[in-house]
């Protein structure tokens, strides 16, 4: 797994024990939830450690970056659910995509809604 300099990170507690959000979170992110390397155009799967962690990366001509989903579980009925994001951004045009996804803060606007709309899922429980 390279490494990547730290970006943000965003949490947000779930009303599911972590198989639920660990569920919940496939349901979401993947096309297929039985299949992990159905993620979102962009990114492949990095590595899964069920229901704990899901870490997908990708890269573009402007970023080399991971998503990590880590799911801690607070109680038996509370999970804790935490979105970190890791990249690099080489060169001249790198520095101004990060200045338009980061700085701009368009980045935090979909990683909580991501976040959200995963503790939504978990509440659906299918």
């Not at 990547?4 to 939830?33: E, G, M, V």
């Not at 990708?58 to 970056?65: A, M, N, V």
């Not at 001249?92 to 368009?106: D, E, M, Q």
Request: charged share 25%; hydrophobic share 35%; aromatic share 6%.
């Amino acid at each position: 797994m390279e490494r990547l300099p730290y970006i943000d990170q965003h949490s947000t507690s779930i009303a599911a024990d972590r198989t639920q959000a660990w569920a919940a979170l496939l349901r979401t992110t993947c096309k297929n939830p039985d299949d992990l390397s159905t993620l979102p155009r962009g990114f492949t799967l990095d590595e899964a450690e069920p229901p704990a962690r899901l870490s997908a990366k990708g890269r573009h001509p402007f970023s080399r970056y991971r998503l990590t989903f880590i799911l801690d579980e607070l109680d038996p009925c509370t999970t804790r659910l935490t979105a970190r994001t890791d990249a690099v951004f080489p060169g001249l045009h790198g520095r101004i995509y990060k200045a338009l996804v980061i700085g701009s803060g368009l980045h935090r606007l979909v990683v909580r809604n991501m976040l959200h709309r995963i503790a939504t899922a978990a509440g659906e429980r299918s």
